[in-house]
Each structure stands twice: as structure tokens, then as C-alpha cells.
């Protein structure tokens, strides 16, 4: 028997606004939308990671609150990125991965000179271990796609199968912060480089419907364009902003929780996001819905005669 639409959910990176697909994933979840395929990108990968192992929303949460309250988390939160200077915030809000203020603390040309990254790996996996099993990818109850790029082919990596733990350090590893996993003699980072919200992978699973889930802040100009650091952060912004955007084009529908205002290495604001990814969440259900009713007709319509399927 085969289902008649098969519903893909791809969550994007993004840091601690991420936490904003646990309350995306609770909405689905409580309105009966059975989510059959499951890919993600850096904060994303690991959302996704932990509700394919246990698809209920109530126990993730629970999992990620108990991970932010951890000895764990505290060694390697990065709390020097995010301000806590009133008077700069406005400068700083809502803008992704910028190292302006890690720059001005003297942190990251001392720090990369002299290793690959100011959190250990060993940290690193401690982290990762908290929040998901030691399982092979392929034992998750929703099949998963985890995204990684590999610096050394410059090519996004696809990881479906091999240690779970391992494939999503790959995704979360932001380059300068957190080291680079090797995978199969790949250095694999984070996968929000080159592809943010992973809905192609989601689709190539076999998802007849995408959502994608986009929790990074916008294109806001905000930069200060008289310093070559400026321009430097501007135009990586705008690269990587126009890709995301042709990328999530392949969609059938892209959720986007109001979380601009939280930095990306602010945790601190985790029952916030998950009201905000909720929210954005409800606000597409009816649209979900309708689609899934006009695929699941087109796929009748589509079926040889005598063949079953499934709702």
C-alpha cells in the first residue's frame, strides 16, 4: 500500500531560534499531521534528529530543557557572541553569525590562530550526546536526512545512514566556533552554508509535500558599510540570504516563526520560540491542509487501476 501524500518537513539553521521548530513540530503534531520525512540543516538537523528518534513533541521538548539547564551546555554555550550592552544591542540585533562583537573582545584572531576552534570536540560531543542516542540514522521512527557541507570538495553533503551523533555535529559545526567532524575523510561543517533550509533533500526522500521551516532573521540593512569588516559581513550576508531564498522556492509551503529579534547564540528564550514557531505554525495549517487534499486527489487520479493506497 502507498500513502497518498507523503509530508516532508525540512527545518533550517539558525542557532537558538531554532528552538522555534519544537513549537512548529508541536502544532503539526497536535493538529494530526503525521510528519513522514524529516531533513535538517545546523540547529535545524538537530531538532529534527531528536523528534525522529522520539516523535512527540512534549518528550523533545522536555529533553532540550533539561540540556539548556546542563553542565554541559554551559561549556560551550557562546555567550561572548550575543550583547549585553543596551546601547549596542540595536546595532546587533538580529544579525547572524557576525563577528564584529567577537572580534572587539580580542577572542577570535588569537583563539583561530592557535586551534581550529575555541570549543573542544570533546566538549562538543558531550553536547551532542545529551540530546540524541546512540543510534544509527536509519533506526529513527521518521526517516532523516542530515546536511553538512565538506570543505574540502566544497560540495553539501547528504548524510542518511552512519552514526546519528556524529552526522549532526557535522551540520551544527559553525566554522571558528566548533571544530570540524570528519566523516569517510570529509571535513564536514555546518550545512547552513550552503544549503539553510534543506528542502531538495527532503524532497529527493520522496516527500510529495515540503514544508520548510526558516527561522534565520532577514536581509535588514543594518551594517556599517565604512569599515572593510563591514563590507566584508554585508556581502556574505547578501550571498548566502539569495541563496537561501532560491532554495526555499522548491517548497509547497515555508513556515517562518518572528524570532529576529533573539541572537542566534542567545538560549535563553526558549519558551519565546516555541510560542512564536506555534504560532507561525497555525497560521499555515489551513493552507497544509488544503494541499494535502489536492495531492492526495492527484495521486488517485494518477494510480493504475486496481492499485491501493493508503490516506
Not at 104 to 113: D, N, P, R, T
Not at 246 to 253: G, R
Request: some cysteine; glycine content about 8%.
Amino acid at each position: 500500500m502507498t500513502k497518498l501524500c507523503r509530508i516532508g518537513v525540512a527545518l533550517g539553521g539558525g542557532g537558538a531560534r531554532g528552538l522555534a521548530h519544537l513549537g512548529v513540530l508541536c502544532a503539526l503534531e497536535r493538529e494530526g499531521i503525521a510528519i513522514d520525512l524529516l531533513a535538517g540543516t545546523s540547529m535545524g538537523a538537530l531538532v529534527a534528529g531528536a523528534y525522529a528518534l522520539s516523535p512527540k513533541c512534549d518528550f523533545v521538548i522536555e529533553r532540550f530543557r533539561r540540556y539548556l539547564e546542563s553542565k554541559e551546555f554551559k561549556k560551550t554555550n557562546p555567550e561572548f557572541l550575543h550583547v549585553h550592552n543596551f546601547e549596542e544591542s540595536a546595532r546587533y540585533e538580529g544579525i547572524f553569525q557576525r563577528f564584529a562583537s567577537f572580534i572587539k573582545k580580542g577572542i577570535f584572531y588569537s583563539q583561530s590562530l592557535t586551534k581550529r576552534a575555541p570549543v573542544s570536540e570533546e566538549n562538543f560531543a558531550q553536547n551532542i550526546n545529551f540530546l540524541l542516542d546512540d543510534v544509527e540514522i536509519q533506526q529513527t521512527q521518521i526517516p532523516l536526512a542530515v546536511i553538512a557541507l565538506d570543505l574540502k570538495s566544497a560540495e553539501e553533503v547528504v548524510l542518511r545512514k552512519g552514526s546519528l551523533r556524529k552526522a549532526v555535529s557535522a551540520s551544527c559545526a559553525i566554522p571558528g566556533i566548533l571544530p570540524p567532524v570528519r566523516i569517510d575523510n570529509r571535513e564536514l561543517v555546518d550545512g547552513g552554508w550552503v544549503n539553510r533550509v534543506p528542502v531538495r533533500p527532503v524532497r529527493e526522500m520522496g516527500a510529495d509535500l515540503v514544508i520548510g521551516v526558516d527561522v534565520a532573521e532577514g536581509l535588514e540593512d543594518t551594517e556599517d558599510l565604512s569599515t572593510g569588516l563591514g563590507i566584508v559581513l554585508r556581502t556574505n550576508e547578501i550571498s548566502r540570504f539569495i541563496l537561501s531564498q532560491l532554495q526555499l522556492k522548491e517548497a509547497d509551503v515555508v513556515i517562518s516563526p518572528e524570532v529576529s529579534g533573539i541572537h542566534w547564540s542567545d538560549f535563553g528564550h526558549m519558551d519565546e520560540c516555541l510560542r512564536a514557531g506555534e504560532q507561525a505554525a497555525r497560521e499555515k495549517l489551513e493552507e497544509i491542509k488544503s494541499l494535502v487534499k489536492r495531492k492526495k486527489i492527484k495521486k488517485v487520479f494518477r494510480l493504475p487501476f486496481g492499485h491501493s493506497a493508503i490516506s
